[in-house]
């Protein structure tokens, strides 16, 4: 019997199109056309918490063997842990306690110490690289901080260090996601500091590059508004929110970059091939980039292996997608999503994303903190048992 364990993206997807009449004869069809804006749990799937934590998380990452890691960044204050592996719904510190021993109160070495740990990702090879712009509270960045971190999980071991100079992570700055090529030479980020870029690394020489720094598709878009339950997110003087480049993802192929400024309502791609090509001029890469789809504020991308790209959705509180074919759908929206942050993708295609509660932190409410609610989420089906007795499913 095929079981609900199995459940991969791909029969969420599909269970939208078995379980209502209407979209019976589309099994690939929109998971949420007709989802309504009510209190609670709305779509085709709802949320199953992983883990709660008394600080403010961002990044996830899960390998292909079940394990799950979260990051602490250091913005309104000195977390304890900057990077950790989830065990028994709590998270431990990895690699080890001295990596994570850093504080902003007594600093230590930041070449080899978690500075300001923003995002990681598990690379399907054995290894979780971490992202730390080094950069606390978003601001000045610690001299000789910013860096990309490989961890070898067989022996739970920092094997390299990429540090990145001011060429790459100037004052300013802040490296905020990552994303590798399939074959493993080349790391795509993106800089959400005050002038927005996308940074190349090619991991074989340890060269990192800025491209597009400063362009529309990595600056905030000042029209847009970010509204969340209903009101415009304003910081306590008056400003509104502007993120540049953040949200970043890969085709299956490896063949097309994905990103858009978190402030903005385009989602923009270019080839890989030209990011690749150091002997193009920054007007050629520029020439370069085209427009995939519309979009609004989200703060996470990730694409799965059938090229659907999933939306942490800061408006709705919910994670929307887009088809293949341009078909936006909704997967689930729900009012404990207190700004979806970022994406991993587990064993089974299983679907997990953290919150980060960025709108209620006292950068956006003069009072200090609205809530503290800071969560890992894993995303499940409502109707488990048409999953589980349905040979559609768990393929």
């Known amino acids: 019997m095929i079981t609900v364990r199995r459940l991969t993206l791909t029969s969420l997807v599909a269970l939208s199109a078995l379980a209502s009449p209407a979209n019976a004869s589309d099994a690939k069809g929109a998971l949420g056309a007709a989802v309504k804006k009510v209190a609670g749990t709305t779509g085709n799937a709802t949320l199953e918490r992983v883990a709660h934590f008394d600080h403010q998380v961002t990044g996830v990452a899960a390998t292909e063997n079940g394990r799950v890691f979260v990051n602490f ?73 910013p860096k990309l971190v490989k961890i070898d999980l067989k022996t739970n071991k ?11 992570a100037p004052q300013g700055s802040y490296l905020n996601d990552v994303r590798f090529s399939p074959d493993g030479r080349w790391a795509y980020m993106t800089d959400s500091g005050a002038t927005g870029a996308l940074v190349v690394v090619d991991l074989t020489t340890g060269k990192g590059r800025r491209l597009l720094e400063g362009d529309v598709s990595t600056m905030p878009d000042k029209s847009v508004k970010v509204v969340v339950d209903g009101v415009t997110l304003q910081q306590p003087d008056g400003r509104g929110v502007q993120f540049a480049a953040d949200s970043i993802s890969i085709d299956p192929k490896g063949e097309f970059l994905y990103w858009q400024p978190l402030t903005g309502k385009v989602l923009y791609r270019i080839a890989t091939a030209t990011l690749q090509d150091a002997g193009l001029s920054p007007e050629a890469v520029k020439a370069k980039v085209e427009k995939a789809a519309d979009s609004q504020p989200n703060d996470g991308l990730w694409t799965d292996s059938s090229g659907r790209i999933f939306f942490s959705n800061l ?81």
């Open 158 to 168: 920092v094997v390299q260090t990429f540090a990145f100079g001011t060429d790459v």
């Open 73 to 145: 960044p250091r913005w309104s204050e000195d977390a304890p842990i900057s990077v950790a592996e989830i065990k028994d719904g709590k998270p431990v510190p990895y690699p080890d306690a001295e990596w994570n021993r850093y504080r902003n109160a007594a600093p230590l070495s930041p070449a080899d110490h978690f500075v300001c740990v923003q995002a990681m990702t598990a690379d399907g090879k054995g290894n979780l690289w971490v992202i730390d712009p080094a950069a606390p509270n978003t601001e000045f960045i610690v001299p000789g901080g």
């Open 315 to 395: 408006h709705d509180s919910a994670i929307t997608t887009l088809e293949p074919d341009g078909k936006k759908t909704t997967l689930v929206a729900d009012p404990r999503l207190r700004w979806p942050d970022t994406f991993a993708e587990g064993p089974d295609a299983t679907l997990y994303v953290t919150n980060s509660a960025i709108n209620d932190s006292p950068r956006f409410n003069a009072k200090g903190w609205k809530s503290t609610s800071f969560n890992l989420w894993k995303i499940v089906p409502k109707d488990k048992n048409l999953v589980a007795t349905n040979p559609a499913f768990g393929k």
